[in-house]
């Protein structure tokens, strides 16, 4: 139970950290682009809650084999989606956070 517990709050301590990063760049965003970092801040939260739910059930419970291969794509999916939505921050970073001339 302990890994599962770390596993939760690795995700949680990694989407603060995303949430934060989006925050800002909502702060400032101009006006056409705040819906998008709003649906990108949904999308996060709500992928987030999935993640969090998908570790409390897992599938296979009492095969060893099976529940390793379940946190195995848990884990994968997870940092596929992190490396996503770190492109799109540091995209919106290189667009928005432009120094001045």
Partial sequence: MASRRKLKQAIHTEV???LFDL???Y???PEEREYAIEQLIMKVIDNERDFIARISHT???GERKLV???YNKLREEYM???SEIEGEISKLCNELLVPEA
């Fill in 16 to 18: 603060e950290e995303m």
């Fill in 23 to 25: 925050s800002i760049l």
């Fill in 27 to 29: 702060s400032v965003a």
């Fill in 59 to 61: 599938d296979g419970k």
């Fill in 68 to 70: 390793r291969n379940y």
């Fill in 80 to 82: 596929h989606f992190a």
